[in-house]
């Protein structure tokens, strides 16, 4: 059994910033990476960002320069520093980790970005 747990959503005005937090458990042999991915209503589910055990980054091309992400591999735990918030940034965030040979999702915290 895996418990992905996602926290750090809620509302925020734009240019504001907001931390999200993700945390693995259970029956975890060794994750591979971890990542945020989010969806608009409407839309579908896209990588925000994504870091590897061994520190390597990904990011979308619209969150480059505002957003960081971050890992604790000994906490298995992910963050996700948002800066200079964006309406557009509005979506459910999903917090993804990727072991071998199974993936694991979250149920997703919400963020919203409004004035």
């Known amino acids: 059994q895996v418990q992905v747990v996602e926290s750090g959503g809620g509302l925020v005005h734009p240019g504001g910033s907001l931390r999200l937090s993700c945390a693995a458990s259970?029956?975890?042999?060794?994750?591979?990476?971890m990542g945020w991915y989010r969806q608009a209503l409407g839309n579908q589910r896209d990588l925000v960002a994504r870091?590897?055990?061994?520190?390597?980054?990904d990011y979308a091309d619209s969150v480059k320069g505002r957003f960081t992400i971050s890992r604790d591999n000994a906490k298995n735990t992910v963050y996700l520093q948002m800066n200079s918030l964006k309406p557009e940034d509005t979506a459910v965030y999903y917090c993804k980790v990727e072991t071998w040979p199974i993936t694991y999702w979250g149920k997703g915290t919400l963020v919203t970005v409004s004035s």
């Open positions: 259970g029956s975890i042999s060794s994750i591979n990476a």
């Open positions: 870091i590897s055990t061994g520190g390597t980054t």
